[in-house]
């Protein structure tokens, strides 16, 4: 890893037809570029800046550089930690001024064990780890945390006279004093948790267990560390949920979002085995809403995607294309404003360059936010869709979604070549003057521009930061020196 070094760029502003964008301070830094990147906003006190890389020391080793950067990009503290190089940061939390991290190493199954190390940082850079190894534990689902506290389950195999069953066991890990404890909430023999969610007070295990060729599921909640209650889920006949979010409108509106799969009796192909349908239904103590699926025009915004098509050209083996093929989408934001709820997603496809297994994906494509209104009852009352091309090598966000004060939503992006927003009235009527943007069906990787991520940090204030466009000839000219570094540009913006 090269030595970071950073330079100081004047400060410009850019205006928007509801406002303005104000860009208080910007930088430039110089990273490996091996080094994975991520970032984590820690509101007021600005954000801390992760690197992944190669430990300098041994190759057997890795290494996390965690920088904290205040709100005026002034360089507070550099911690590291060196772990083993199978090890995976499988989770960061911020709890007020202080990270905390879990690593993982995924062991070998047939051990059943699964070794763990906890780490925090504090607000002054003061880190603490321990390690842990997790005997008849493996399949590790989670995490997530709440006041200090983080939660997981893992799958055991019972012995006796249940030989043979798996069961999944939560696991509370207390940040302040190091530790990990397991804890049983009650889930029955042969049971497997799905999904863990919180939402600020509470923790949520959605699980269920096949016992007799009985099929049954449940929501699975805890409060202080200890059961508070458990909603059975009714669901069709032959019907099974998949991929469950938390949609969080307000701190007393809880609503589960899945995606259900049923069986469709008789079928012969099985690509045609099964109905398929998102639904979105409101939780509460004593009871779940009624899981009914929303209309079919509204999921096939989530399940359509665009085709892209990608080109390698440059690259000395030839121009060929391959598209992509997945589609994914993810919560951006959540709102409730006169007894309505309003959720954001942003859609994306990867693709991965690099011959190393255990990296993420390489690049993020992103084709279009999706904003939903709904009632109570889980019925969408309208939806609009955004278009556009927003590409970056880095997993965090790309939009950044707001309820502003006279009750729009805006939504701040790098849509094309600058920093703009797209604000909607909450009937969603898009305000101002909207020309489509520009989409394109088919990328050059060796020649591809990456837009900005930005990162919400505080008031009004965001981060914008990504890496510095480079040409396939640059690279090459860069490489030819023996040169390792990319630049990674870090804007402090206001928006009005």
């Not at 410009?12 to 430039?28: A, D, P, V, W, Y």
């Not at 934001?333 to 959720?343: A, E, L, P, Q, T």
């Not at 521009?449 to 890496?467: E, H, Q, S």
Request: charged fraction near 25%; aromatic fraction near 12%.
């Amino acid at each position: 890893m090269k030595k970071i070094k950073a330079f100081l760029v004047l400060f410009t502003f850019c205006s928007l037809s509801f406002g303005q964008i104000s860009i208080l301070k910007e930088e430039q830094l110089l990273v490996d570029e091996d080094a994975d990147l991520t970032l984590y906003s820690i509101g007021n006190k600005g954000f801390v800046l992760i690197q992944e890389f190669e430990s300098e020391k041994s190759t057997r080793d890795k290494t996390w550089r965690f920088t904290h950067y205040g709100t005026d990009l002034s360089q507070e503290w550099i911690k590291d930690i060196t772990l083993e190089k199978s090890c995976r940061l499988s989770a960061v939390n911020v709890n007020h001024e202080t990270l905390d991290l879990v690593y993982s190493i995924k062991n070998n199954s047939s051990l059943n064990t699964q070794d763990l190390t906890i780490a925090t940082i504090s607000s002054d850079g003061e880190v603490k780890t321990k390690d842990f190894v997790l005997k008849n534990a493996s399949g590790i689902v989670g995490y997530a945390f709440i006041n200090g506290f983080g939660y997981f389950s893992a799958t055991k195999v019972n012995s006796g006279f249940s030989s043979g069953y798996e069961q999944d066991i939560a696991y509370i890990i207390d940040f302040e004093s190091l530790s990990i404890t397991k804890k049983d909430f009650g889930f029955p023999i042969s049971s497997e948790i799905n999904n863990l969610f919180s939402d600020g007070k509470t923790i949520y295990f959605y699980a269920n267990w096949s016992q007799s060729n009985i099929q049954k599921d449940s929501i699975i909640s805890v409060e202080n560390g200890e059961l508070a209650y458990k909603i059975p889920v009714k669901l069709p006949k032959e019907t099974t949920i998949d991929n469950m979010q938390l949609i969080k409108a307000d701190s007393t509106h809880d609503f589960f979002m899945g995606e259900t799969k049923q069986w469709i009796s008789g079928a012969r192909i099985l690509s045609e085995s099964y109905n398929y349908g998102f639904f979105i239904t409101k939780i509460e103590k004593d009871s779940i809403y009624p899981i009914q699926n929303v209309e079919k025009k509204y999921t096939e915004e989530l399940e359509n995607k665009r085709d892209i098509r990608i080109l390698h050209g440059g690259g000395g083996g030839g121009n060929f294309s391959k598209k992509l093929m997945n589609n994914k989408y993810k919560i951006n934001k959540c709102f409730r404003v006169n007894d309505r709820n309003y959720v954001v997603f942003d859609k994306y496809q990867t693709k991965r360059t690099s011959v190393k297994k255990d990296r993420d994906p390489d690049i993020f494509f992103y084709t279009n936010t999706i904003i939903w209104c709904f009632n109570d009852d889980g019925v969408i009352e309208w939806s609009r869709n955004i278009e556009y091309d927003i590409i970056t090598p880095l997993a965090n966000p790309v939009t950044s979604a707001r309820l502003n004060t006279n009750n729009t939503i805006s939504i701040f992006g790098q849509f094309e070549d600058e920093i703009a927003a797209i604000t909607i009235a909450l009937d969603g009527t898009i305000l101002g003057d909207l020309n489509p943007f520009k989409i394109k069906d088919e990328f050059d990787l060796d020649d591809y521009m990456a837009n900005n991520n930005i990162t919400y940090l505080c008031d009004n204030k965001y981060v914008v930061w990504g890496l510095e466009h480079e040409s396939y000839e640059q690279t090459q000219k860069r490489l030819k020196k023996k040169d390792y570094n990319i630049k990674l540009n870090f804007k402090i913006v206001e928006i009005k």
